[in-house]
């Protein structure tokens, strides 16, 4: 179904069409066989045991003769390699390190030739948050496995999938919310919210649908969530639940938002770390990112005083292994645990805020589905004005449509927004060393 189609429909018909559409979710993400080592106790913090490394290293070493078999990238560098004698720790003596941008110049060379999985590989687009979404193949058995581990994350609250839950869904879920912010999925009992359409003149109809839901769990970006409860307060509005949790992810959680989140909601903040690639999966509820061996394993390549470049060979997807990948984020530590780090140093990027008031915390959607770009920020001169700086490829530059990019940016933000496309050479970083995606000058005025 075209997402035209959907928007022009009623109400009720879209939560039959979000019912319908989640009920074949739920079954690609949950139906069907996975590898008895990941039906086990795969709960987060818990006391990593001698027999979870032993399952690791059988899985990696599957995973490296499979890559030496199947995998153009690989044959070579594996030509010599004696699988069934790899440890854990040979890995940075046997491959080099794998970064994005060389990930980027040939993804297919990283897709499984296995006739196992011929015609049956699924796509899923990175959301490139400095404007370079890249094509990501896996397998089902990888995305069941990776839904185990979201799972076993909730069961730490009494929480599961199908609990009542509200999802802020960055997506256009109407053209308008009106009186009305909330849409259904009835099969897995799932609340959407829009997380374009937060502003003073909806927070109250945002609140009131939250009340009568009462979800048992909350997934949310930060953003999304902090900025619905600062207005919530300024408004003098009250929440009548209290969720078991509330789910963060793809944005950098800061100190000040899960206490904001947690004593506004009486609730904990559980918050994720991974990426569509599935190199990485780590939870935190406010001490420390627990990382499970049977879903990765993890390398720390140190930059200054407890920095690391977080390198990381994903377990799970043989349809598009990715050995050694350095993901382009660091992260703190301050011991030397194995499996899990202190914080992400993440991105932290502005919010744009639209003429009718709302407020935008993610622009990263807007650039999925767009080819040709290197590398892009976008800047909020104005409030009726955005710029967005472009690095095009010199690849596939030919590619490049700034007609669907301005359409998307405007269908995220607001129609009142001119958006400028600026084509430039080179994107600084800001004065510590950091990249904002999403500049705001409307905040420093």
């Keep these: 179904m075209s997402n035209a189609i959907y928007l022009a429909m009623p109400r009720q018909l879209q939560n039959l069409a979000l019912t319908a559409y989640g009920k074949n979710l739920y079954r690609q993400r949950f139906v069907g066989d ?21 399952h690791q290293q059988q899985r990696l070493q599957q995973l490296i ?42 993804p297919e060379l990283f897709i499984s030739t296995s006739p196992e999985f011929k015609d049956k590989l699924r796509s899923a687009n990175t959301s490139g948050s400095s404007g370079t979404p890249l094509s990501v193949k896996y397998t089902d058995e990888a995305r069941r496995i990776n839904y185990r581990f979201y799972e076993q994350a909730l069961a730490l609250f009494d929480c599961n999938y199908r609990s009542k839950s ?32 937060i502003s003073d003149d909806t927070i109250a109809s945002y609140v009131d649908a939250l009340n009568r839901w009462a979800p048992n769990f909350i ?49 904990t903040v559980i918050d994720h770390y991974g990426c569509t690639e599935m190199a990485i999966n780590a939870v935190s509820v406010g001490k420390y990112y627990f990382s499970d061996p049977l879903f990765s394993i993890l390398e720390f390549e140190h930059q200054f005083d407890n920095s690391y470049e977080l390198i990381t060979t994903g377990l799970l997807n043989f349809g598009m292994p990715l050995l050694r990948y350095k993901i382009g984020d660091l992260v703190e530590r301050s011991s030397d645990i194995a499996h899990g ?36 920020q976008i800047i909020q001169e104005k409030i009726d004005l955005i710029d967005v ?25 607001s129609r009142k927004i001119n958006v400028n496309i600026d084509y430039v050479n080179e994107i600084k970083k800001g004065a510590n060393g950091k990249f ?10």
């Design 166 to 197: 509200t999802t802020f869904a960055g997506r256009i879920l109407y053209k308008s919310p009106g009186k009305h912010p909330d849409r259904y999925d009835s099969y897995n009992n799932t609340q959407y919210l829009s997380s374009y359409f």
């Design 341 to 376: 780090f202190d914080a992400i140093d993440g991105r932290t990027d502005d919010v744009i805020v639209t003429p009718e008031g709302k407020r935008v915390g993610r622009m990263d959607p807007a650039f999925k589905g767009i080819d040709g770009i290197e590398f892009a």
């Design 34 to 54: 996975i590898p008895a080592n990941y039906q086990t106790d795969l709960i987060p913090f818990r006391t990593i045991r001698p027999i979870d490394l032993q």
């Design 65 to 106: 003769q499979h890559c030496k078999d199947y995998v153009p990238y690989y044959r070579n560098l594996l030509r010599n390699v004696s699988t069934d004698k790899i440890a854990t720790g040979d890995l940075s003596n046997m491959l080099p390190i794998l970064t994005k941008a060389e990930l980027k110049k040939d």
């Design 219 to 267: 997934d949310s970006y930060p953003s999304a969530i902090v900025e619905l409860l600062k207005l919530a307060k300024q408004n003098q509005l009250k929440f009548t639940f209290s969720p078991k949790c509330v789910l963060t992810s793809s944005e950098t959680l800061t100190t000040d938002a899960r206490q904001l989140i947690e004593s506004t909601l009486n609730t």
């Design 389 to 413: 700086k472009i690095i095009l490829s010199p690849n596939t530059q030919h590619l490049f449509k700034p007609e669907l990019l301005i359409e998307n940016i405007k269908e995220r933000t």
């Design 436 to 445: 904002k995606s999403v500049i705001s000058k409307m905040q420093s005025s």
